[in-house]
């Protein structure tokens, strides 16, 4: 229990001498410090982060990049190719371009998130695949949490496109692989995500 100085509890009785009674709430943080400190502390979640990939220079690796929070780990060389015209549904260019498909990917969060969204073209495809690409999500004591296949289909010129969506238990890692079957190239793209804080850090 959090102790108060004598001229604290003074101070407060004096605050409500006569028939005014403590509030409650107040009692309660007055004789309780613990409760109020522990409620102050619990976890909660921020608003929704998205990364775009114009938060860097184009022609940055992703190996090994960090970006709000997000920290990147490739296989083959990917790299951030840089705004350009390019007929889609899902990605907007600048994105993160790999390749051969058939690369891993991998995102680390500083954070767990309960949120996980992203959307993938594999390029060049013209027409719809079946588990274009697949992720495996792992929980912050590295727990499997779940493999998920992911079709694609192709909606605007030559790249076939998909989204990948998740809600649930924490994820502190996401593992992306990319058919190795389908396409010359990978993007990623509007990577959204939604970091759990515990402990009252950032208060």
Same mark, same amino acid.
């Given at each position: @229990?959090?102790?108060?100085?004598?001229?604290?509890?003074?101070?407060?009785?004096?605050?409500?001498?006569?028939?005014?009674?403590?509030?409650?709430? @107040? &009692?309660?943080?007055?004789?309780?410090?613990?409760?109020?400190?522990?409620?102050?502390?619990?976890?909660?979640?921020?608003?929704?982060?998205?990364?775009?990939?114009?938060?860097?220079?184009?022609?940055?690796?992703?190996?090994?990049?960090?970006? &709000?929070?997000?920290?990147?780990?490739?296989?083959?060389?990917?790299?951030?190719?840089?705004?350009?015209?390019?007929?889609? &549904?899902?990605?907007?260019?600048?994105?993160?371009?790999?390749?051969?498909?058939?690369?891993?990917?991998? @995102?680390?969060?500083?954070?767990?998130?309960?949120?996980?969204?992203?959307?993938?073209?594999?390029?060049?495809?013209?027409?719809?695949?079946?588990?274009?690409?697949?992720?495996?999500?792992?929980?912050?004591?590295?727990?499997?949490?779940?493999?998920?296949?992911?079709?694609?289909?192709?909606?605007?010129?030559?790249?076939?496109?998909?989204?990948?969506?998740?809600?649930?238990?924490?994820?502190?890692?996401?593992?992306?692989?990319?058919?190795?079957?389908?396409?010359?190239?990978?993007?990623?793209?509007?990577?959204?995500?939604?970091?759990?804080?515990?402990?009252?850090?950032?208060?």
């Amino acid at each position: @229990m959090i102790g108060f100085a004598p001229w604290v509890k003074k101070t407060v009785r004096k605050m409500f001498a006569g028939n005014a009674r403590v509030p409650s709430k @107040m &009692k309660r943080s007055v004789t309780l410090g613990v409760e109020t400190l522990e409620t102050r502390c619990t976890p909660f979640t921020l608003p929704l982060t998205k990364i775009t990939f114009d938060e860097v220079t184009p022609g940055t690796p992703i190996n090994n990049l960090t970006i &709000k929070g997000v920290t990147f780990h490739d296989t083959q060389g990917a790299f951030v190719y840089p705004p350009i015209n390019f007929p889609a &549904k899902f990605v907007q260019f600048p994105v993160a371009l790999g390749g051969p498909a058939g690369e891993t990917l991998t @995102m680390n969060f500083a954070h767990p998130t309960n949120h996980l969204q992203f959307d993938v073209g594999l390029y060049y495809v013209p027409g719809p695949v079946t588990a274009g690409f697949t992720v495996q999500l792992f929980g912050p004591q590295h727990q499997a949490l779940g493999t998920f296949n992911v079709n694609t289909q192709n909606y605007i010129y030559v790249t076939s496109e998909g989204e990948f969506n998740y809600s649930g238990q924490a994820v502190s890692q996401a593992v992306v692989t990319f058919n190795s079957g389908a396409g010359y190239l990978f993007f990623l793209d509007n990577i959204v995500y939604s970091p759990t804080l515990a402990g009252g850090r950032y208060h």
